[in-house]
């Protein structure tokens, strides 16, 4: 069996693509990317002629045979394959795989944007080789990473194990994910190093060996590339961001603190109710009802056609109140979150400024 996804023509930089990395565990974008299954050419089939003009590269997954009990699945967004696995007790696990062309960063930074995703605090370099062991994929060496931690769907810590086999060629890296039920992620870990001795991965244009190659594309701030030139109140102190982050500053100090930061992710960053579910999640509440997505992202024209307002009150992991304002700009290609999350009072407090962050990085 085979699968395509097709990507845009513009390859995003390492940040945005760390982003869509995490997303690759809790969602997938679907503005961007076309999933189409291709059936294998029988012999002395003649392909049609075509448009190549300008065709991009697209990654290729191609396996002979399933382990038992995986189901393929409808794939879409940056994911080229997806499997779906049910134990015997119900419970679930998942198997997905994206290759990402030109993808930077390091094992590091993965695998702590993974711990992120499972409630887990970064790890430093030298812990980083109790986590990794070697695999073969593809007929060729890789690595898999084996991480346990919690997801806070609902509010609710649900137990998650995630096994990430990370594989580079030819300037692609590649990903596929094991991830559910611990249990079940358990019994599926031998078929699952199995599987991945026998995929095909590589990059194909299909005819367009005369298209031009992908260059890439800087996050847009209004009017420039690059981050956004913000203009923060002087009690705003900058710090270093993270992996998928622009920006990220500290207001206050101790639990009387808040924390912004900015974000860019291609298109729309994912679906509107994905999001805010994610974000409410943060604040230990529910999902919301597919009839208050809406309500609770309100479109702010001050911010430009599309621009959302989100506002939420709940607690965080540890009990202690909280607030979150998530401001949602369109911008060029994709979309800047920029969000406000700590202290309720603070949180209040620095809403205007906020808002007249944002409005400068526009001007």
Same mark, same amino acid.
């Given at each position: 069996?085979?699968?395509?996804?097709? $990507?845009?023509?513009?390859?995003?930089?390492?940040?945005?693509?760390?982003?869509?990395?995490?997303?690759?565990?809790?969602?997938?974008?679907? *503005?961007?990317?076309?999933?189409?299954?291709?059936?294998?050419?029988?012999?002395?089939?003649?392909?049609? $002629?075509?448009? +190549?003009?300008?065709?991009?590269?697209?990654?290729?997954?191609?396996?002979?045979?399933?382990?038992?009990?995986?189901? /393929? /699945?409808?794939?879409?967004?940056?994911?080229?394959?997806?499997?779906?696995?049910?134990? +015997?007790?119900?419970?679930?696990?998942?198997?997905?795989?994206?290759?990402?062309?030109?993808?930077?960063?390091?094992?590091?930074?993965?695998?702590?944007?993974?711990? *992120?995703?499972?409630?887990?605090?970064? #790890?430093? *370099?030298?812990?980083?080789?109790?986590?990794?062991? $070697?695999?073969?994929?593809?007929?060729?060496?890789?690595?898999?990473? =084996?991480?346990?931690?919690?997801?806070?769907?609902?509010?609710?810590?649900?137990? /998650?194990?995630?096994?990430?086999?990370?594989?580079?060629?030819?300037?692609?890296?590649?990903?596929?994910?094991?991830?559910?039920?611990?249990?079940?992620?358990?019994?599926?870990?031998?078929?699952?190093? /199995?599987?991945?001795?026998?995929?095909?991965?590589?990059?194909?244009?299909?005819?367009?060996?005369?298209?031009?190659?992908?260059?890439?594309?800087?996050?847009?701030?209004?009017?420039?590339?690059?981050?956004?030139? #913000?203009?923060?109140?002087?009690?705003?102190?900058?710090?270093?961001?993270?992996?998928?982050?622009?920006?990220?500053?500290?207001?206050?100090?101790?639990?009387?603190?808040? !924390?912004?930061?900015?974000?860019?992710?291609?298109?729309?960053?994912?679906?509107?109710?994905?999001?805010?579910?994610?974000?409410?999640?943060?604040?230990?509440? $529910?999902?919301?009802?597919?009839?208050?997505? !809406?309500?609770?992202?309100?479109?702010?024209?001050?911010?430009?056609?599309?621009?959302?307002?989100?506002?939420?009150?709940?607690?965080?992991?540890?009990?202690?109140?909280? =607030?979150?304002?998530?401001?949602?700009?369109?911008?060029?290609?994709?979309?800047?979150?920029?969000?406000?999350?700590?202290?309720?009072?603070?949180?209040?407090?620095?809403?205007?400024?906020?808002?007249?962050?944002?409005?400068?990085?526009?001007?």
């Amino acid at each position: 069996m085979t699968r395509y996804a097709l $990507p845009s023509l513009k390859r995003p930089p390492t940040c945005v693509l760390l982003a869509s990395l995490s997303w690759f565990l809790v969602g997938c974008q679907k *503005e961007e990317i076309t999933v189409y299954r291709v059936p294998k050419e029988m012999p002395g089939q003649v392909a049609a $002629p075509r448009d +190549t003009a300008r065709a991009p590269a697209r990654p290729h997954v191609h396996w002979d045979k399933l382990p038992a009990g995986w189901r /393929e /699945e409808p794939s879409s967004g940056t994911r080229a394959a997806t499997f779906s696995i049910t134990g +015997t007790d119900g419970k679930r696990a998942e198997v997905a795989a994206i290759g990402f062309p030109g993808m930077g960063g390091s094992d590091l930074q993965f695998v702590n944007l993974w711990r *992120e995703q499972l409630g887990l605090t970064p #790890l430093t *370099e030298d812990q980083l080789p109790k986590l990794v062991q $070697p695999a073969v994929i593809a007929g060729a060496d890789g690595k898999v990473f =084996d991480i346990t931690g919690a997801t806070k769907a609902g509010g609710t810590p649900t137990p /998650e194990r995630i096994i990430v086999a990370l594989h580079k060629r030819e300037g692609t890296s590649w990903f596929i994910k094991l991830t559910g039920d611990p249990a079940l992620v358990e019994q599926q870990k031998t078929p699952f190093l /199995e599987f991945l001795k026998g995929l095909s991965l590589h990059m194909e244009a299909h005819g367009a060996a005369d298209a031009p190659a992908p260059t890439a594309s800087a996050p847009p701030a209004a009017g420039g590339s690059g981050a956004p030139s #913000l203009k923060a109140p002087a009690h705003w102190k900058a710090q270093a961001p993270g992996a998928m982050q622009a920006a990220k500053y500290r207001i206050g100090e101790g639990k009387a603190s808040a !924390e912004m930061t900015a974000v860019f992710l291609g298109g729309m960053g994912g679906d509107l109710k994905a999001n805010l579910d994610r974000w409410r999640s943060q604040l230990s509440l $529910p999902a919301a009802a597919a009839a208050e997505v !809406e309500k609770q992202a309100p479109l702010l024209p001050a911010l430009g056609p599309g621009a959302r307002i989100v506002e939420l009150s709940g607690s965080t992991g540890e009990g202690d109140a909280a =607030d979150m304002i998530v401001l949602l700009v369109p911008e060029g290609r994709g979309t800047w979150f920029y969000k406000l999350m700590g202290d309720k009072a603070v949180v209040a407090k620095e809403k205007d400024a906020l808002v007249a962050l944002v409005k400068s990085a526009k001007q």
